[in-house]
């Protein structure tokens, strides 16, 4: 079969426009035959990759970073006929500034590898989340997390890995908090929060803000808790690169858990992202839930 290349040149500040060449030609050698879609605009890649869905391309291919693999999950999930219709293959060209989602799957971020691994058409199974009737596959937050968001977005004069660990200074340094009630499978918690996070994959944004979650468990991984000083909240911020032992869960005041369903309400609108996108008004209520083992993906 044909494949869809769905790409986002603008992902990595242009750069996977730049090395699309060298994916074309990696794609072209491991023999996938394909045809290339191109988005043109912000929210496009949703679009082209339903388009390409429905017009019965496989696999569908993401070129690009988090966000663009983000939105083609998307696309894909529009194009389904129902809610419990698998969806994919998904092949993914990593061409992204932390490539969190290549990571969390264990995918090699070489081009010649991955592009290998679109060859041979091996599929795991993947769950998809869900915020609000929005899917996701790696990540997302309410408080201190797409917070921080905003800030990297508004950070021009800095590239790679070190523009998030700037925007999360910038962030801490304003301190913002909630107050809130967060329910899940068998619990809830009420009182001060400084971040809810919730996690499919551990890592995001080069952050290990879920650091135990499971893409295959069939559950998201919740992570909530409250510092309050700016020096609680510095403390915290190199214990978010632990990936396991010594994590920031471990602190004080921090929670790690697993549950299919997480509902929070909070006493003000916070921003709020899936996969580092952000949604396009502050929220105050949030629903998340699970769909397990909905994505076909190819993997090594």
Known sequence: MVAK???NPYSNRWNSQLRWPEAEAALKGAGVKFELAVSQHKGQVVELAEEAARAGFSPIIAAGGDGTISETVHGLVRAAKSEKELVGPLGIIPLGTANDFVFNAELSDDLQAATQVIAAGKIQSIDIGNL?????INNSAAGLEPYVTIKHERIQWIKGMVRYLVAAMWAIMDKPEWTGKVKWDDGEYKGPLTLVTIGNGRRTGGFFMTPHADLTDGKLT?????RGTRLGMFQALPRTFKEDKGSYIEMEGMHELDSTRVSIHLDHPSPAHTD???FPDFMQDFEYSIQPGRLQLLVP
């Not at 609000?132 to 996701?136: D, E, T």
């Open 5 to 7: 290349v769905v790409l």
């Open 132 to 136: 609000n009737g929005r899917p996701f």
């Open 222 to 226: 919740l992570a909530f808790g409250y």
């Open 276 to 278: 580092g996108e952000l």
